[in-house]
């Protein structure tokens, strides 16, 4: 594919059909930046891209993928690259189109409780620009203040608050679509701000979740609900891994629905200490923090049956609904994922095997088996996650100069994946499929994975968007 292109060439046709000069990138300097994202295969073995297109609105993106599709060249779009699974990689060379210059919040239809955005806002700058509105986007991933909207579409990203407010794509009602043929369409009803509907097969899901292999989404339809008055939280300390999923089947089964449950082990907890002293987390074989959200009354009540519920499984439990120590609390998760590479120094953080999600009565034994696996590989592996839905962040941290480290770490990686799929539960939970988890795919979805490629082949029968993700081609 595209292997006689003269790039210099396209470079100077790009510019001339999009009618400006600084959105077409081509010197290596540049074209080096977009090699990497997030993950670890990225950090190992780069991907360079042969140009670079910032599209300043459809149009632009359009006539890009026309351009790309008549000379078989490769579409890869891209966010803010913060996927840890190589989704945005152009690992078949061809243009990376960089969304980010279309960051615009189009129209906020606070009455009809949806905003209309551009795919490249900042999930954080989203939800600061709807705060003043008393209106919250929900989905909460660790990467709120980097990663694009459009991105957590593209990879359906969860985050924390999933066990109460679901995923992004629950909150998707319609886009604006660039196909692969450059045609764009919108999903969900045009000129539609109804808040559901029954009309025609579900366009829009199908793209949630697509990561850039069905077309390039320019424009999103955006549910969002009221900002919950308050939020409380309950810490409590465990001696026994297996106790701390107890208390979580303890909760659901009492009628209690906290926002988040999400769990640190005893290295998170050490990780968390080294990088941010102040919060002084007491030491323990694992903590949970339950985070309650709602009225100030209901939110005191909820927090305070949560503490007596769990109080039998747990060395030590509070909880608290003071603005002040609820941040500090929360903060303690938001950080860990961060101060993960402080249990080593001079050593990193690598996501490898780090978004396994497995069912609810498996995650103790889960936890367990990842500890042991660590061990058997000599690994130092930091775990956290949200327990009450079962995603599990194994996060290693190696040397990664160090090339019998990084043997290592990819065998404890497969070994999680499949681990992953011997608990009953899938090798991703929120993070996506990308280049990173290819060889699992043909086990875990059987023949459903040549329904998508006959999906993926009728809407891009050149296969220009995104190759060499999910199918792994060529
Ligand atoms: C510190 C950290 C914490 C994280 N925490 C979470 C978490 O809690 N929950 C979670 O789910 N994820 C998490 N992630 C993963 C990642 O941030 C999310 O998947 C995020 O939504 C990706 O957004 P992005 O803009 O960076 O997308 P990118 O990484 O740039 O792209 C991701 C995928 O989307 C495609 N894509 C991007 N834009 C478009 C578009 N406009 N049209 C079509 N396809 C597109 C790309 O081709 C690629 O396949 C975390 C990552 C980091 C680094």
């Known amino acids: 594919m595209a292997a006689s292109v003269d790039w210099a060439r396209a470079a100077r046709e790009l ?29 190992i073995q780069p991907s360079l891209p042969d140009l670079v297109v910032l599209p300043r609105d459809t149009q ?24 840890q699974a190589g989704g945005a990689l152009p690992v078949r060379g061809g243009i990376v189109l960089d969304m980010t ?42 990467s709120s203040r980097m990663c694009t909207v459009g991105g957590m ?34 999903t969900g009803s045009i000129n539609s701000r109804a808040l559901q509907s029954s009309s025609g097969l579900e366009l829009t899901k199908l793209f949630v979740g697509s990561e850039g292999l069905l077309g390039i989404i320019t424009q999103l339809r955006l549910r969002v609900v009221p900002v919950p008055q308050a939020r409380g939280m309950v810490m ?31 290295t998170a907890i050490q990780a968390v200490n ?68 402080q249990v080593r120094p001079g050593a990193a953080r690598v996501y490898a095997g780090e978004d396994i999600c497995v069912p609810l009565t498996r995650v103790p034994e889960t936890l367990r088996a990842i500890q042991d696996t660590a061990k058997r590989h000599g690994l130092t592996v930091v775990t956290y996650g949200h327990i009450a839905s079962g995603n599990i962040h194994p996060a290693p941290v190696i ?52 329904a998508m490629r006959r999906i993926k082949d009728a809407l891009d029968p050149k296969g220009i968007m995104n190759p060499g993700k999910l199918f792994g081609e060529g």
């Open 153 to 186: 579409v593209a990879n359906n990203s969860r985050g924390m608050r999933a066990l109460k407010y679901g995923c992004t794509g629950d909150y998707v009602l319609g886009m604006e679509v660039v196909l692969p043929d450059g045609q764009v369409i919108t």
């Open 236 to 266: 409590a300390l465990f001696d026994r891994l297996e106790s701390t999923g107890e208390s979580v089947s303890a909760v659901l089964r009492a009628g209690l629905l906290p926002s988040a449950i999400e769990i640190l082990d005893a």
């Open 15 to 43: 510019r001339e059909a999009l009618g400006y000069g600084d959105g077409v990138l081509a010197g290596p300097d540049e074209l080096l930046v977009y090699a990497y994202d997030a993950s670890f295969e990225s950090m």
């Open 101 to 142: 210059r279309l960051d615009q919040i189009v129209e906020l239809d606070a009455p009809n409780l949806q905003v209309i955005v551009q795919p490249g806002v900042v999930h954080a700058s989203l939800n600061a620009f709807l705060a003043p509105h008393g209106l919250i986007f929900p989905p909460d991933p660790g």
């Open 274 to 341: 080294i990088y941010r002293p102040a919060l002084k987390l007491p030491s323990a074989e694992a903590i949970l923090l339950y985070e309650v959200d709602g009225n100030p009354p209901g939110v005191a009540h909820e927090a305070a049956r949560i503490a007596e519920v769990v109080a039998p499984f747990a060395q030590r439990v509070e909880w608290s609904d003071e603005p002040k120590r609820v941040a500090a609390l929360w903060e303690a998760r938001s950080v860990v994922g961060a101060a993960s590479g």
């Open 399 to 450: 040397d990664v100069a160090n090339a019998e480290e990084v043997r290592r770490v990819r065998l404890f990686a497969d070994e999680i994946h499949r681990l992953a799929r011997r608990m009953g539960g899938t090798v991703t939970g929120e993070h996506g499929v990308g280049m990173t988890r290819i060889p699992y795919m043909r086990e875990e979805h059987g023949p459903a994975l040549d």
């Open 60 to 83: 632009d993106v359009a006539r890009t993928v026309r351009f790309a599709g008549e000379r078989g060249i490769p579409v890869t779009p891209r966010g803010a690259s913060t996927g």
